[in-house]
């Protein structure tokens, strides 16, 4: 996985709540067999009409936000339904960081799994960040000291520590997991034994 | 989580499903069934093939492809990329042992539909799909939750899942359910109480006389629905009701286990003086027939109701979302929500697509037809639902109505197949979402129960039930 340590860069901002992941990629692209190739679709509906043309207002579609590494947005974001290929979207467009007041669950873990880093922050913290990527402000993500740092704004956040590591390290989860096949087989020996009718063979 | 002292059902699916601690401090947690469908699965199996890594225990998956399938001609899938992807579940199950589900086998159908009908989901298990609507299995007391690609290849490499525990949510829902007022409504009532984020961070259980009083597709729908208030599960206690569902099915325990296993599943429910973070308690006389009126499953107002006025949010997001919402969907704040008229009627999906759903529909639109400016379809979950529904005379029923009658699949609920709307088309869907081009670009969803759509179906305009002889 790639490891993400810091950021810096233009963020584009998006003041929409309970932003789904329907939103993030629509269903049409969900028939791929790749992770790769999705950021052209990233905001599908709010980003092309529908002849396919890219809507000139949209915020991803103005300079210099085409090249944004950031997204800020507004309440809930990534609600609805469990799709990896949002944030594979996302980062094959180049967005490395989302910045919110709340994230749904299953969007946030799958960020990690992506070398992207989700950040919550206050309601009063977001409307900050929103002023100073409308104003075009650079903004400094620095994992390792936990901060945001955007014009005047200097701002602290929180992520667990495990998670920061695998981000720092860049590691691979599947491969530390089975480090600890041993205890998995062991935890399968005592069950077959307590709860038998889990292992029969249909 | 202390191991002393009384605990939820969540917290003794947690502990008994514990397979320890890795040293960065995260718990691994055993996974009993899989459930694995062509969406959200090429990728994993891709990346276990890149690192060279088998299938740790292949009889606990179980695969079906439910989302991309067509609902008519399905010997033929049109769309290349679709037929690619179900062709590589194939390719991929086999290549590993998995049992799957063909698009010709009877048992093929929504992944979960098929779950509860084959005996697979158990009380007391661990169920992972990459899917937001695992949490349908939470009916049964199964922890049951959506996962995406990167942990389904980690579920297949290790049958575990690193994750810390959720906290513990309780709404409880007391009373007789008023006439007219289902399981569908409860849920979409709880939604619109607690917000899409109001579960965020836990597991919700169901609990109370009119929870415990619906049947096996009752709670279904109830738990399914549960990502749509943010909670990744929804539980509700195993009883006898459970017990009763489950006895007899293909992947059920066998004679052999069966008293073994009930008395397992009887010691699952939350103890009394259990701990709750969060406690929510209703009065189930206090609920109406729901529905939608936006683009997120919270926009929810009783059928009595009017769609609202963004002047009356609290604060300026909600307004400004009220707005968006009133906008794509193309409504005026005041109308009367059986003033508005439909286009199609869409009968399916994991929520409401259970051989229950079918005959209710069917009990309310007999003798009657369709009204002539809308168009209706009714996707059974699964083929052993449709077949049971046919035995039963409920597609003629249907068929005579009006209404279409398809194979089985998740089709435009979702709308990855052929079945979707076209822009501004409206639709009283029984399924789970109402967001944005959801059911296709453009097209406007209301959200309501079996019973609604019957009735909408007829009228044309989104009607209540108990106004409807």
């Given at each position: 996985m790639d490891k993400f340590h810091s950021l810096k860069g233009i963020a584009a901002p998006l003041p929409i709540v309970n932003i789904d992941t329907d939103m993030i990629i629509p269903k049409q692209f969900l028939?791929?067999?790749?992770?790769?190739?999705?950021?052209?679709?990233?905001?599908?509906?709010?980003?092309?009409?529908?002849?396919?043309?890219?809507?000139?207002?949209?915020?991803l579609n103005t300079s210099p936000f085409d090249q944004s590494k950031i997204l800020v947005a507004g309440d809930n974001f990534g609600c609805g339904s469990s799709r990896e290929h949002a944030p594979?979207?996302?980062?094959?467009?180049?967005?490395?960081?989302?910045?919110?007041?709340?994230?749904?669950d299953i969007f946030y873990n799958n960020c990690f799994?992506?070398?992207?880093?989700?950040?919550?922050?206050?309601?009063?913290?977001?409307?900050?960040?929103?002023?100073?990527?409308?104003?075009?402000?650079?903004?400094t993500i620095d994992l390792p000291e936990q901060i945001i740092k955007a014009g005047n704004h200097s701002i602290n956040f929180e992520i667990e520590e495990f998670r920061k590591e695998r981000l720092l390290q860049g590691l691979d989860d599947i491969g530390i997991t089975l480090g600890y096949q041993d205890k998995i087989n062991a935890y399968e020996e005592d069950k077959k034994n307590k709860k038998p009718w889990l292992f029969k063979k249909n | 989580m202390s191991n002393q002292g009384p605990k939820t059902l969540f917290d003794k699916i947690w502990s008994e499903h514990l397979v320890g601690q890795r040293?960065?401090?995260t718990n691994l947690l055993y996974i009993d069934r899989h459930l694995v469908h062509e969406v959200t699965s090429p990728q994993a199996f891709e990346g276990l093939k890149l690192s060279n890594r088998p299938v740790h225990r292949p009889e606990a998956t179980i695969a079906v492809a439910d989302h991309n399938v067509p609902t008519i001609n399905r010997q033929n899938i049109e769309d290349p990329q679709s037929k690619i992807q179900v062709e590589t579940l194939a390719k991929n199950t086999k290549e590993h042992g998995i049992q799957y589900f063909d698009l010709m086998d009877q048992r093929q159908g929504i992944v979960h539909i098929i779950g509860p009908e084959q005996g697979i989901t158990q009380p007391g298990m661990t169920?992972?799909?990459?899917?937001?609507?695992?949490?349908?299995?939470?009916?049964?007391?199964?922890?049951?939750?959506?996962?995406?690609?990167?942990?389904?290849?980690?579920?297949?490499?290790?049958?575990?899942?690193?994750?810390?525990?959720?906290?513990?949510?309780?709404?409880?829902?007391?009373?007789?359910?008023?006439?007219?007022?289902?399981?569908?409504?409860?849920?979409?009532?709880?939604?619109?109480?607690?917000?899409?984020?109001?579960?965020?961070?836990?597991?919700?259980?169901?609990?109370?006389?009119?929870?415990?009083?619906?049947?096996?597709?009752?709670?279904?729908t109830i738990c399914n629905m549960s990502i749509e208030a943010g909670a990744r599960a929804g539980l509700i206690s195993p009883d006898q009701t459970t017990f009763s569902y489950i006895k007899g099915r293909p992947y059920a325990p066998g004679t052999e286990h069966w008293d073994q296993a009930v008395e397992y599943w009887s010691s699952l429910p939350s103890d009394n003086d259990a701990n709750y973070d969060h406690e929510i308690v209703i009065d189930s006389s206090e609920i109406d027939?729901?529905?939608?009126?936006?683009?997120?499953?919270?926009?929810?107002?009783?059928?009595?109701?009017?769609?609202?006025?963004?002047?009356?949010?609290?604060?300026?997001?909600?307004?400004?979302?009220?707005?968006?919402?009133?906008?794509?969907?193309?409504?005026?704040?005041?109308?009367?929500?059986?003033?508005?008229?439909?286009?199609?009627?869409?009968?399916?999906?994991?929520?409401?697509?259970?051989?229950?759903?079918?005959?209710?529909?069917?009990?309310?639109?007999?003798?009657?037809?369709?009204?002539?400016h809308v168009q209706a379809m009714i996707v059974p979950g699964s083929g052993l639902v449709k077949k049971q529904a046919?035995?039963?005379?409920?597609?003629?029923?249907?068929?005579?109505?009006?209404?279409?009658?398809?194979?089985?699949?998740?089709?435009?609920?979702?709308?990855?197949?052929?079945?979707?709307?076209?822009?501004?088309?409206?639709?009283?869907?029984?399924?789970?979402r109402n967001f944005e081009g959801r059911q296709g670009r453009g097209g406007r969803t209301h959200l309501m129960s079996p019973e609604l759509a019957a009735a909408s179906a007829i009228t044309g305009n989104i009607s209540d039930i108990r106004d409807f002889t």
């Open positions: 028939k791929t067999i790749k992770r790769t190739g999705l950021g052209v679709s990233l905001f599908y509906e709010m980003r092309y009409d529908n002849n396919g043309n890219l809507i000139k207002d949209f915020v594979w979207s996302l980062k094959d467009f180049g967005i490395r960081s989302v910045i919110s007041t709340s994230f749904a799994q992506n070398g992207i880093l989700p950040i919550v922050v206050s309601p009063e913290n977001l409307d900050q960040l929103m002023t100073a990527a409308k104003n075009q402000i650079e903004f | 040293e960065d401090g169920i992972v799909c990459g899917d937001s609507h695992t949490s349908t299995h939470g009916a049964f007391g199964a922890l049951a939750f959506g996962i995406g690609t990167s942990e389904v290849e980690h579920v297949l490499a290790t049958q575990t899942i690193v994750q810390n525990p959720a906290k513990n949510m309780r709404i409880s829902v007391n009373g007789e359910l008023p006439f007219g007022v289902n399981s569908k409504d409860l849920i979409l009532y709880i939604i619109g109480k607690i917000g899409t984020a109001g579960g965020t961070g836990h597991v919700i259980e169901y609990a109370g006389s009119s929870i415990m009083g619906l049947s096996m597709e009752g709670r279904m027939p729901m529905v939608t009126w936006g683009t997120s499953p919270e926009d929810v107002v009783s059928v009595k109701g009017t769609v609202p006025n963004p002047s009356s949010a609290k604060t300026e997001n909600k307004k400004k979302s009220i707005e968006r919402s009133l906008e794509y969907m193309g409504l005026k704040p005041g109308t009367k929500i059986t003033d508005i008229k439909l286009d199609k009627i869409f009968i399916g999906s994991c929520t409401n697509g259970r051989i229950e759903d079918l005959r209710k529909v069917a009990s309310i639109v007999k003798d009657k037809k369709i009204a002539s046919e035995e039963e005379g409920i597609d003629i029923i249907l068929k005579d109505a009006g209404f279409e009658w398809r194979e089985a699949g998740c089709s435009m609920c979702l709308g990855m197949n052929p079945d979707q709307l076209k822009p501004g088309e409206r639709c009283a869907s029984t399924s789970n």
